[in-house]
């Protein structure tokens, strides 16, 4: 083997895929990859490497593996410049199953985790696992992400987070949400950490809202003697070895302790980086943060093979207890899962209601109903000079709105604009994208009148950004010689006579000449 070769060899082999190499091939799963020592290149039609025609591209080659920043990617079918990192390519070979892991700390923990969501689900289904779990210190940030990334994976996403807890002394413990209610309790400890800027919750507001909650010790922070206090479901059984040797016999010997109680272990190492040699991005980050004490080499995404060798390590070569105890640990994780089933509802908005007042419920039945009345009375206030042409695009930003059910939320803006020039108070006269909707203008939201300024209500909403996707016919028109496909709702602008507009396209007449589109 060549150099290259030699390279990939031992990075394959230390990320535990399956694979052979044959002459300047590389065979993964039985599809076969060309080795490049170099850059990524791309590819022209004719299937040579530009600038410089290195190889043609054969039909028994599938794709191409490149060395980028000390790893090994491969581009991702039909895409030309996504690439997927070669470790996570098909199924590790493990003799222990990898069913779940839930220590990740991604790059959303600022200045500690690394690591985007995708590359870790991307290992995840590599050791085969099936669930995931996130638990990054003091931040919520990620969850919604993590969430989504899970769910486009088929992989379940197991939502937590790491708190320090203020008792007799200060430790950190993992919480992680059963259901609806421990999602807001863990709403509620993330708005006294980054709201109310409290560094710590304090072990009585955490004991009279554990409700739908796991509380996991951490026996790294939390001294066995302060246990007590507490009333914890598991402590996590972490294979950690710290660097600094008086740390790491501090650790050992604290964990000794829980292991010998009655309280139940439960396998979660905390990761920070997905592979042992992402080490050294972290401890830039240690060096940054001025953090040496805890100090590790081996928080990184453990297979459950790797999980079980660091413990066997860390008991006396003849004591065979850590078998047991592997074994609990890992029912235990089985048991979080499986009762761990709070998921984020992305599918429902959000929006406050709007209450009506006794007057308006008197005179009118619906929401929809006060909103129409705001709007038309708006449009007779506004005396507007082009009456069809209003009327024209109101119809398609009311359409819009009622799709999104959003009409709440304007009756509230309304509302809110309202009581504030009541108490003759600056409003503004709008910003943003805001400025493109009629609606709001005429409902006295902004001052601004889209149409006199030529300005799109695309740009504030659209049924694309309320996530309605359906497909839209097309016009087709004959113009100047040329054959134009427009969709529904494209605006076009247009010299009718002697006066140039900007119209939708389905507004269009015979005898209309399109000057832009």
């Known amino acids: 083997m060549n150099k290259e070769q030699t390279k990939l060899y031992n990075y394959c082999k230390a990320m ?50 490149y060395e980028f920043g ?8 039909d895409e030309e410049l996504e690439l997927k990192e070669l470790a996570y390519i098909g199924r590790a070979k493990e003799k222990l199953p990898t069913k779940s892991f839930l220590g990740i700390r991604s790059g959303y923990e600022l200045m500690n985790g690394m690591g985007l969501h995708k590359s870790w689900i991307s290992k995840a289904k590599f050791l085969g696992a099936e669930s995931l779990g996130i638990c990054e210190k003091n931040t919520l940030g990620g969850v919604l992400n993590f969430q989504n990334e899970c769910k486009n994976a088929n992989i379940k996403s197991i939502i937590g987070m790491t708190i320090s807890v203020e008792g007799c002394k200060t430790y950190d413990v993992k919480l992680y949400a059963k259901n609806f209610q421990g999602w807001l309790n863990l709403l509620k400890f993330n708005t006294i950490i980054n709201v109310d800027l409290k560094i710590n919750v304090p072990v009585t507001t955490l004991e009279n809202n554990k409700e739908g909650l796991f509380i996991v010790a951490d026996p790294k922070s939390m001294d066995y003697n302060n246990v007590n206090e507490l009333d914890v479901d598991f402590y996590q059984l972490d294979t950690v070895n710290f660097l600094n040797a ?26 920070f980086y997905l592979e042992s040699q992402d080490f050294k991005t972290r401890e830039s980050l240690w060096t940054i943060n001025k953090a040496f004490d805890d100090k590790t080499d081996n928080q990184y995404f453990k297979s459950k093979s790797q999980y079980a060798g660091e413990l066997l390590n860390m008991f006396d070569s ?27 509802d992305t599918d429902t908005r959000h929006l406050p209601s709007y209450i ?59 509302d809110i604009i309202r009581y504030a020039k009541s108490k003759k108070m600056l409003t503004g006269i709008g910003r943003g994208s805001a400025g493109g909707s009629l609606v709001a203008y005429l409902m006295g939201i902004i001052q601004v009148d889209p149409l006199r300024f030529d300005l799109l209500f695309e740009r504030f909403l659209n049924s694309g950004r309320m996530g309605k996707f359906e497909e839209r ?26 006066k140039e507009t900007v119209i939708f396209v389905h507004e269009l007449v015979e005898g209309d000449e399109i000057i832009r589109y």
């Not at 016919?473 to 002697?498: H, W």
């Open 246 to 271: 008086d740390r790491d016999e501090k650790y050992i010997d604290n964990l000794e302790l829980f292991i010998t109680s009655d309280i139940e272990p439960i396998s979660i190492t905390d990761a």
């Open 70 to 77: 000390g790893r090994w990617y491969t581009q991702v079918e």
């Open 473 to 498: 016919p097309s016009y087709i028109i004959e113009a100047d010689g040329q054959t134009l496909e427009f969709e529904e709702g494209s605006l076009v602008r247009i010299k009718r006579g002697n």
């Open 356 to 414: 009506m007042t006794d007057e308006e419920s008197e005179n009118f039945d619906t929401n929809e109903q006060l909103f129409m009345h705001i709007v038309k009375k708006g449009f007779n206030d506004r005396n507007v000079k082009d009456p069809q042409k209003y009327v024209a695009r109101l119809k398609k930003e009311i359409a819009v709105l009622k799709m999104g059910d959003v009409i709440d939320y304007f009756l509230s803006l309304h």
């Open 318 to 344: 003849q004591d065979k207890s850590w078998i047991e105890l592997y074994k609990k640990a890992i029912k235990n994780e089985a048991v979080l899962v499986e009762n761990c089933n709070f998921s984020y």
């Open 16 to 65: 535990l895929l399956d694979f052979t190499i044959e002459g300047e091939f590389l065979l993964i799963d039985g599809n076969k990859y060309m080795i490049l020592n170099d850059e990524i290149n791309l590819i022209d039609e004719d299937g040579d490497f530009e600038p410089n025609v290195v190889f043609k591209l054969g039909e028994d080659v599938l794709g191409f593996v």
